[in-house]
Each structure stands twice: as structure tokens, then as C-alpha cells.
T-cell receptor, first 113, second 115 residues
């Protein structure tokens, strides 16, 4: 499967702490994307990092990409209770059928006030 | 107000019944997608369409059908052949740039329950 796999499956932290989630994938990619899903809602796009980029920032989010290890990490700094959600990585696999993303199973993040 | 909408929010299906989930977008996106999400699971691709009047099967197309007669609309029919349809269904749309899949925009989802 070309699907990404997030690690850990669940993460529980206190407000103010940093949260780190990892994603591993199997094939070469064009880009990797991170999405967030609040319970019972649709997914919201957070950040896209292309295969020729190593790091990207957006507000309190920092994403890294290591194509040699086929892995990515999402860091949320100074977490808040409102960050509680599931986080998914998705890959646009190079050479695969054009027009689809491969999603992982997600990391469930719980931030306690 | 641009976006992607799904209706209904909740849908109940009786045994042997076909039901249709609606998905509409006004983002002028060429590509549209249907995903299924089971509790604690990731997204599994059912069908996708890159252009009007064309669509492709995803990973779990059996028991489902779609049409793409208009750019804005991509309805999904859950047929009686789908034996385990209870799930959360998500529709998405996107564009492409230089052959790469860009951001997908998701609707709020439809929860399908079997009576």
C-alpha cells in the first residue's frame, strides 16, 4: 500500500506543551500534506510540503520532510485545548494514478487544559 | 461564499434501499472525490472524477455508483449491493498544478446509518 502511516495513534498532552506527530510512507512522492479533523467534521488542510522542500512553517505548525527516510513530522508548538483533533498525513505519490491522495489512519491528539 | 457542501447531514437507509448523497462545490475545481471513513480509521477512496463526464473507481467502489454530469456536482449512490454502508462519507474537491495534486477541500460529511 502507498498509504502513509501516522505515529503515534494517540497522543495526550497538557496545554502549553509541544505535540509531535510522525508520518511514514512507502513510495516516492510529489508532495505530502497534513490535514486536521475535528470530531464528526470534514478535514481541513493545514500545510503542504513538496518533495524538494525540507521544512515549512505556518503559525504554530512546523512540518519537516525527509525523503531519504520517507518520513515527515508535524510539530504543534504551545498547544491549546482547541488543537484537540485527529491529524492525518496524505501523500501525492509520484508516478501513481494522477489525481488522488493516499491518507493515513491519523493521530488522535488530546490537549488537556 | 465559496465552498463545498454535502447533504443531508444524516441519512437513514432501509434494507435493500438505494440512497443518494449530494455533494456540490462552487470552487470551480475540476476534480472531486468521495471517501468513506469508519470509526477510528483513515479515509478510503470510493470514486473520484478529474473532469466532467469521467470518473474512476477508488479502492472500495463495490456497492457504490457516481455520476459527474456537471462540474459543480458529484452525487454518490449507495446501492443495496453495499452490505455494510454504515459510515461517515466525505466529499472533497481539488485542482492540479504541474501534474501535482494540490490541496483537497472537504465538505462537512454525511453520516449514513442503516435502520
Amino acid at each position: 500500500s502507498q498509504q502513509g502511516e501516522e505515529d503515534p495513534q494517540a497522543l495526550s498532552i497538557q496545554e502549553g506543551e509541544n505535540a509531535t506527530m510522525n508520518c511514514s510512507y512507502k513510495t516516492s512522492i510529489n508532495n505530502l500534506q497534513w490535514y486536521r479533523q475535528n470530531s464528526g467534521r470534514g478535514l481541513v488542510h493545514l500545510i503542504l510540503i513538496r518533495s524538494n522542500e525540507r521544512e515549512k512553517h505556518s503559525g504554530r505548525l512546523r512540518v519537516t520532510l525527509d525523503t531519504s527516510k520517507k518520513s515527515s513530522s508535524l510539530l504543534i508548538t504551545a498547544s491549546r485545548a482547541a488543537d484537540t483533533a485527529s491529524y492525518f498525513c496524505a501523500t501525492d505519490a509520484w508516478g501513481s494514478t494522477l489525481g488522488r491522495l493516499y491518507f493515513g489512519r491519523g493521530t488522535q491528539l488530546t490537549v488537556w487544559p | 461564499d465559496g465552498g463545498i457542501t454535502q447533504s443531508p447531514k444524516y441519512l437513514f437507509r432501509k434494507e435493500g434501499q438505494n440512497v443518494t448523497l449530494s455533494c456540490e462545490q462552487n470552487l470551480n475545481h475540476d476534480a472531486m472525490y468521495w471517501y468513506r471513513q469508519d470509526p477510528g480509521q483513515g479515509l478510503r477512496l470510493i470514486y473520484y472524477s478529474q473532469i466532467v463526464n469521467d470518473f474512476q473507481k477508488g479502492d472500495i467502489a463495490e456497492g457504490y455508483s457516481v455520476s459527474r454530469e456537471k462540474k459543480e456536482s458529484f452525487p454518490l449512490t449507495v446501492t443495496s449491493a453495499q452490505k455494510n454502508p454504515t459510515a461517515f462519507y466525505l466529499c472533497a474537491s481539488s485542482t492540479f498544478h504541474l501534474g501535482e495534486q494540490e490541496t483537497q477541500y472537504f465538505g462537512p460529511g454525511t453520516r449514513l446509518l442503516v435502520l
